[in-house]
C-alpha cells in the first residue's frame, strides 16, 4: 500500500501569490488516479482535482493539477482569501490513501 | 442536487457498538460505489470502508477490519457501517462519500461524529 508524504507541512503566503502543493507517493500506482481535496474548519473536504489533472465541478481555473508516476503537484495560481485551507491528495492503489494535508495559511 | 445525510453518532463506551447511517438523494445510489472516511479530531483523513454498487464487495482498512461491517439497502438509498468493539482511538467524524469512476469521492456528506470514550 502506498504512502503519501504532502510537503510542506505548512505553506504561509498572501493573497495573490502563488501556491504549489507537492505529494509524492511512495510507489507508483496502477491507475491514473491521483485527487486533491480542499477542506475548511467545520466543513466536509471538498472534490478539487481527479484523475491528476481535472478539475471538478464548479472548481475555478486557477486550481491545476499535475504530475506522473510518484510525484505530484496542485497549484493555485493567484490565491483568493476563500483558498486558506487544508489541502489533502488521495490516490488509490490497492486500497484509497489520503496525505497527511497541507495547511495554506495567510502570511 | 446530490446530498448525503450521515446519522447516528453519538458517545459509545470502549468495547461498545454503533450503527452509522448515510441516506442519499439526488443520484441514482444504486449505480454508485461508496465509502466511509474518518477524521479523528485535530487530525487528517482516513479511509476506513468501501462497498460496491451492488453490495457484493466490501473492503476494510487494516485498523477497523473484522471489528466493522459495511453494508448497503439500495432499496432505501441508504449506506450503513455497523461498528463493533469501539476504541478510544476510533473517536472521529464519520464522513461517507460517493465515488466517482475515476477512484475518487466525488460527493460527501457533513459527518457525523463518534466519541469513544469511559
Known amino acids: 500500500e502506498a504512502v503519501l508524504t504532502q510537503s510542506p507541512g505548512t505553506l504561509s503566503l498572501s493573497p495573490g501569490e502563488r501556491a504549489t502543493l507537492s505529494c509524492r507517493a511512495s510507489q507508483r500506482s496502477s491507475s491514473n488516479s491521483l485527487a486533491w481535496y480542499q477542506q475548511k474548519p467545520g466543513q466536509a473536504p471538498r472534490l478539487l482535482i481527479y484523475g491528476v489533472s481535472s478539475r471538478a465541478t464548479g472548481i475555478p481555473d486557477r486550481f491545476s493539477g499535475s504530475g506522473s508516476g510518484t510525484d505530484f503537484t496542485l497549484t493555485i495560481s493567484r490565491l483568493e482569501p476563500e483558498d486558506f485551507a487544508v489541502y489533502y491528495c488521495?490516490?488509490?492503489?490497492?486500497?484509497?490513501?489520503f496525505g497527511q494535508g497541507t495547511k495554506l495559511e495567510i502570511k | 442536487e446530490v446530498q448525503l445525510v450521515e446519522s447516528g453518532g453519538g458517545l459509545v463506551q470502549p468495547g461498545g457498538s454503533r450503527r452509522l447511517s448515510c441516506s442519499a438523494s439526488g443520484f441514482t445510489f444504486s449505480h454508485y460505489e461508496m465509502n466511509w472516511v474518518r477524521q479523528a479530531p485535530g487530525k487528517g483523513l482516513e479511509w476506513v470502508s468501501y462497498i460496491s454498487s451492488s453490495g457484493g464487495t466490501k473492503y476494510y482498512a487494516d485498523s477497523v477490519r473484522g471489528r466493522f461491517t459495511i453494508s448497503r439497502d439500495n432499496a432505501k438509498n441508504s449506506l450503513y457501517l455497523q461498528m463493533n468493539s469501539l476504541r478510544v482511538e476510533d473517536t472521529a467524524v464519520y464522513y461517507c462519500?460517493?465515488?466517482?469512476?475515476?477512484?475518487?469521492?466525488?460527493?460527501w456528506g457533513q459527518g457525523t461524529l463518534v466519541t469513544v470514550s469511559p
Open positions: 462519500a460517493r465515488e466517482s469512476g475515476w477512484d475518487d469521492f466525488e460527493d
Open positions: 488521495q490516490q488509490y492503489g490497492s486500497s484509497h490513501t
